[in-house]
């Protein structure tokens, strides 16, 4: 199943191209590595696959629906992992993800949210405000959305390993495998070298500035 389409794709920042005829398929089961130096414009590419920016030109469809149109529609199985966390300080581990999951139409409990914190060595910290949490462990939190979107069908993961100690590096590649053996497809960039155990294919920006 395809599960997203770029056409033509460009993207200009202050007057200057930083890249064009972008053109990805990416299927169900399917890896692509997005690589580049830093400024290349690996995060801008991103943003406007997951509709969060406008491209200068060019077409995205998710899951069959323009991104760019309709977004609602095109980002229901999609999950997007940005640099921004997208976690109150404010809030508990647990507020957070309850407050996102009634955002995002996923139907979990607090049990269950818990459950999932353990899971990633958060247990004891879901009701202390994430300001108190270490900078992994609130990217802890923040991953905690990849566990608990199971509807999803794309990943779109911005350096998803930022912050990240060596145990949770290798469990989030096992969940990102597990993700792919089961369907799901997924968009990554990262400066760390991937050592995940699948078929990748690789789109390389050039830093053109
Ligand atoms: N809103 C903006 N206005 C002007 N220039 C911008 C804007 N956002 C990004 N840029 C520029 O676009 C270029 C690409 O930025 P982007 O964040 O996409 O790069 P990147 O490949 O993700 O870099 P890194 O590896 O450092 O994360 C950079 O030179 C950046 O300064």
């Known amino acids: 199943m395809r599960v997203l389409l770029a056409q ?9 191209q930083l890249f064009s005829n972008i ?40 899951n069959g629906h323009d991104i760019h149109k309709n977004v609602h529609d095109a980002s229901e199985h999609l999950l997007y992992f940005g640099h921004k966390q997208g976690i109150s300080q404010l809030l508990t581990p647990v507020e957070n993800l309850k407050f996102w999951c009634q955002q995002h139409g996923v139907d979990k409990n607090n049990d269950a949210i818990e459950d999932i914190l353990a899971e990633l060595g958060l247990t004891g910290l879901e009701d202390i405000a994430v300001k108190n949490l270490s900078a992994g462990q609130q990217r802890r939190v923040a991953l905690a959305k990849l566990w608990l979107k199971t509807a999803a069908t794309l990943w779109v993961l911005d350096e998803p390993f930022t912050a990240l100690d060596v145990q ?12 792919l053996n089961t369907g799901g497809a997924i968009i990554i960039t990262s400066h760390q070298k991937l050592s995940i155990d699948y078929p990748l294919s690789k789109l390389h920006l050039d830093y053109s500035w």
């Not at 990416?26 to 406008?54: C, D, F, P």
């Open 8 to 16: 033509q794709v460009a993207c200009e920042k202050s007057d200057r």
């Open 168 to 179: 949770l590096i290798a469990e989030l590649e096992a969940k990102m495998t597990s993700f």
């Open 23 to 62: 053109n990805i398929e990416l299927h169900s089961s399917q890896l692509l590595y997005v690589t580049g130096e830093n400024g290349a414009g690996k995060t801008s590419l991103l943003r406007i696959l997951v509709g969060l920016s406008a491209p200068s030109a060019g077409v995205v469809e998710v």
